[in-house]
C-alpha cells in the first residue's frame, strides 16, 4: 500500500487486515517511514514497517502494489511495480490516456494486470456506465469537475477518466467550434478526450463529478457527489486488488469491472 497515512489509506488498512483473502505485505509512506504502520495510523503493531520507497517496499514479497500517492510520484510508482513483476491498482489521479498508454506498454511486455480508476466508488462506476450508453443517443455533452480549492489536478480523476472514456464513444459535438469563438477560448473550458471539462476549486467541495447531456429543449444531468471520508472508495479498491492478477495491461474504470467491458 503506498500512501498509506493518506486519507484513503487510512481507510484501507483497517479493511485489508479485515479480509480474510488479503493480507498487508508492505506500507510506504515518507512521513512515517521507518515506523510500524499500524503505530503511525494509531493501531495495534501490526509488525509491517513503514517503507518510505516503493522500490524499497517491493523487496518485500507482494502480490499487487495499491497507489494512492500524489500526481507526481504515481506513474513512476506503478512504472517500478511492473519492472518489479508486481501487479497494480491505481486509485491516485492526475494520469492521462498517454500516460496509461505507456503504462499499458509495459505492463504487457512484462505480463502484469494494472486496475486504474478516477474513482473506486460504486456509485461513480455507475455514473460512469450510464454516462457512456447515455453517449451512444446523445451526441452533446459537457463534464463539470467540481473539486476543494487546494486540489492540484485538474481536471480530477474521476472526470479526466470520464471524458476520456466518452471519447470511446464519440466526441462531443460543439454549436459553435472553438476557432468560432468571440472572447477567451478558455471559458469555454479544456478538451479533453473529446469532450469539454470546465473544473471548478472551490471550498467545501471534495470531489464532485456533472456529466450535462442535451437535446433541443430538454437535458439529463448525472453527477456524483462525494462526502468527508474515504468509505466509499474502499470496496472497489479492494475489488480491484482481487482481480489484478488476473488480467494483462491497463484496465481502466470500476464499471468496467462491475459490468464487463465499456458500453462504448
Known amino acids: 500500500m503506498a500512501g498509506v497515512t493518506g486519507w484513503v489509506g487510512r481507510a484501507l488498512v483497517p479493511a485489508i487486515l479485515e479480509a480474510d483473502d488479503l493480507r498487508l ?3 510506504v509512506s515518507r512521513s512515517a517511514a521507518g515506523s510500524d504502520v499500524g503505530e503511525a495510523l494509531g493501531l ?4 509491517v514497517k513503514v517503507s518510505r520507497s516503493v522500490d524499497d517496499a517491493l523487496d518485500t514479497e507482494c502480490d499487487v502494489l495499491v497507489d494512492y500517492t500524489a500526481p507526481d510520484a504515481v506513474k513512476a510508482n506503478v512504472l517500478t511495480s511492473i519492472g518489479r513483476g508486481v501487479h497494480a491498482v491505481v486509485g491516485t489521479s492526475g ?3 498517454d500516460d496509461y498508454a505507456e503504462i499499458d506498454r509495459h505492463a504487457r511486455a ?3 494486470g494494472v486496475v486504474a480508476a478516477g474513482n ?14 447515455a453517449a451512444r443517443h446523445v451526441a452533446h455533452w459537457e463534464v463539470v469537475d467540481y473539486a476543494s480549492a487546494a486540489k492540484p489536478d485538474v481536471p480530477s480523476g474521476t472526470a479526466r477518466e470520464l471524458a476520456e472514456r466518452l471519447g470511446q464513444v464519440r466526441d462531443a459535438e460543439l454549436g459553435r467550434t472553438l476557432d468560432e469563438l468571440h472572447g477567451p477560448v478558455e471559458a469555454r473550458g479544456a478538451r479533453v478526450g473529446g469532450t469539454q471539462v ?3 476549486r472551490l471550498p467545501s467541495f471534495v470531489v464532485s463529478t456533472e456529466a450535462i447531456f442535451a437535446l433541443p429543449d430538454e437535458r439529463l444531468s448525472l453527477r456524483h457527489d462525494t462526502g468527508s471520508s474515504a468509505d466509499p472508495y474502499v470496496g472497489g479498491t479492494l475489488l480491484a486488488a482481487r482481480v489484478a492478477g488476473t488480467r494483462i495491461g491497463v484496465t481502466r474504470g470500476l464499471d468496467t469491472l462491475l459490468f464487463g467491458e465499456s458500453v462504448a
Open 25 to 27: 505485505a508492505a506500507a
Open 44 to 47: 495495534d503493531g501490526l509488525g
Open 95 to 97: 494520469l492521462g490516456a
Open 110 to 112: 512484462a505480463g502484469v
Open 120 to 133: 473506486f466508488s460504486l456509485l461513480a462506476a455507475l455514473l460512469q456506465h450510464a454516462a457512456l450508453l
Open 198 to 200: 470546465h473544473s471548478l
